[in-house]
Every structure is written in C-alpha cells, then in structure tokens.
Nanobody
Framework: QVQLVESGGGLVQPGGSLRLSCAVS????????LGWYRQAPGKEREWVAR???????NYADSVKGRFAISRDNAKKTVYLQMNSLKPEDTGVYYC?????????WGQGTQVTVSS
C-alpha cells in the first residue's frame, strides 16, 4: 500500500530554517505528483507547495521566495526547504501524493516557529 512518512520538523526561532523530508513507498514515484500542506491550530489545512512528475513547482503566496520543494526520484523522497521562517508558519506539515486512487497523506510533522 501507499505510505508517506514525514520527518524533519521541530522548534526553530523566527528567521531560521528547517528541511522537511517525506519518504514515499507503494507508488511509481517518478510519475507521482507530490505536495506539502500545513494545518495551524484552529485552522483548516492549507496547501503550501507542489511538484509534478516533470519537476514543475508551484507555491502558495505566503511562502513564495522562502520555501523550496524538490524531489529525488532515486530516493523516492520529496523535500521542503523552509527559510526565513515566521511564527505564522507554525503548524503540522503533511506530505501529499497524487497517484492512482489517491491522494494519499502522511501522518504529519510538527513545525513550531517561536523565540
């Protein structure tokens, strides 16, 4: 079955950086579209970034210029490099895979931006 496992979350000060990783199994990774979403306390889950099977990328306006999504097909992993982090970036970050009967979701990783 399809499994997504996120890692790399944690506590960081404003202005700091984190890199999230999501290992994907159970799909033909090279043709899978991938994305990152986040959910802040008391708010709905929102889309953050996506990368297609052709490595085309898109970003939410709130993270454009600060976050970068990438993928390594050999490692079947998608990454989210987050720079210049702000307190409003705090939330649980979820990896998303669009493939076959999906979409599929990971369990999430907590990111907290606070001084």
């Amino acid at each position: 079955q399809v499994q997504l496992v996120e890692s790399g979350g944690g506590l960081v000060q404003p202005g700091g950086s984190l890199r999230l990783s999501c290992a994907v199994s159970g799909t033909i990774f090279s043709i899978t579209h991938l994305g990152w979403y986040r959910q802040a306390p008391g708010k709905e889950r929102e889309w953050v970034a996506r990368i297609t099977n052709t490595h085309s990328t898109n970003y939410a306006d709130s993270v454009k210029g600060r976050f970068a999504i990438s993928r390594d097909n050999a490692k079947k992993t998608v990454y989210l490099q987050m720079n210049s982090l702000k307190p409003e970036d705090t939330g649980v970050y979820y990896c998303n895979a669009v493939y076959g009967t999906g979409p599929f979701w990971g369990q999430g990783t907590q990111v907290t931006v606070s001084s």
